[in-house]
């Protein structure tokens, strides 16, 4: 059962990333629930000249050259360095299908100031983030604009580990490791937070049967969408020795879509910013044994064949 509610306006933060492509196709393919308001980029899995194309790539393989697409922080907000994952996304961040290059306009304005404004802009309480990249863009804007926290209807991010552990380190998961001090800020800020971990992310693998039903679509998006899983679930099946591979980044937008899908616990999580060792854990308080304040929705599981009837229902729509 779909939430039947108006079309949630949503300003999602990407580095695009081929789950992060599929996230964004979901969204472009769900109107009646997903009102896209921009796509802002940041530098992650690939550097952000890259990240910023290959969003405007994945909006144009959907027939939509109209989509808002911004750059923002092309490195993290203290740490010297941009860690990126090129060994899990290949050279360009979209390995697999050859796509066209983008024709459609970068926008002008920073992403940083364009979540700051639309924030001003839009009602109160009105706007979701989500953020399915290191969270510097998001950071940024709440530093320089306090005012706009509590403004925000919901934060739905996928990263972090707890049961998993992490994927970029022993103790951390890629987007909370690239920018540590960027998810401290925005996991204590206040601000509603959904979180999306390797936890449940690694419960809605790509298997062959769930590829094969893109494939079967027949049609550009099913066939990219299907080349993407193909390429970038070989990097974890050799890690995780799995059937397929986690397709992260949809669970967020799947989750305002329908979010009977996903179950979790509302607890304390914090982010370890000094030890170099466990730089980016999300320490979570799953069993509650400290005191500390529940800031995330921090979820644990999810209805894979439902996630993904659902994916191949929506992109069937492109
Ligand atoms: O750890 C998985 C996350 O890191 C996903 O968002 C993937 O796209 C990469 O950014
Ligand atoms: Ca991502």
């Not at 923002?72 to 996304?89: F, S």
């Not at 899908?261 to 170099?276: D, K, P, W, Y």
Request: aromatic share 6%.
């Amino acid at each position: 059962m779909t939430n039947l509610a108006a079309p949630r306006k949503i300003i999602i933060d990407t580095d695009p990333g081929q789950d992060d492509a599929v996230a964004i196709l979901l969204a472009l393919a769900s109107p009646e629930n997903i009102d896209l308001l921009g796509i802002t980029t940041v530098g992650g899995n690939v550097p952000l000249a890259l990240t910023q194309k290959n969003a405007r790539i994945v909006c144009e393989l959907a027939g939509r050259p109209d989509v808002l697409v911004f750059a923002g922080c092309d490195r993290p907000m203290v740490r010297p360095v941009l860690v990126t994952a090129e060994h899990v996304h290949g050279k360009t961040g979209l390995d697999g299908p050859t796509l066209p290059d983008p024709v459609m306009p970068l926008q002008d304005q920073h992403a940083v100031d364009f979540i700051i404004d639309t924030l001003r802009r839009e009602p109160s309480g009105t706007v979701t983030l989500c953020p399915i990249g290191p969270l510097t863009n998001i950071a940024t804007a709440f530093e320089r604009a306090p005012d706009i926290i509590a403004r925000v209807q919901e934060i739905v991010l996928m990263g972090g580990a707890y049961f998993e552990v992490g994927n970029i380190t022993p103790a951390a998961e890629f987007n909370i490791y690239v920018d540590p001090e960027a998810a401290d800020i925005v996991f204590k800020s206040g601000a509603p937070l959904v979180v999306m971990p390797l936890d449940v992310t690694h419960k809605a693998l790509t298997t062959k049967p769930r590829i094969d039903a893109f494939r079967a679509l027949g049609t550009r998006v099913g066939t990219a969408v299907a080349e993407w899983t193909d390429f970038f679930e070989r990097f974890d099946m050799e890690k995780y020795g799995s059937e397929g591979a986690p397709l992260h980044d949809p669970c967020t937008i799947a989750y305002l879509i329908d979010p009977h899908l996903f179950s979790g616990r509302h607890i304390n999580v914090e982010i370890e910013v000094t030890s170099e060792l466990t730089r980016g854990m999300t320490v979570a308080d799953w069993w509650r044994v400290t005191h500390r304040k529940p800031n995330a929705l921090f979820i644990g599981d999810i209805h894979a064949e439902g996630f993904y009837r659902l994916l191949a229902d929506r992109l069937a729509r492109l």
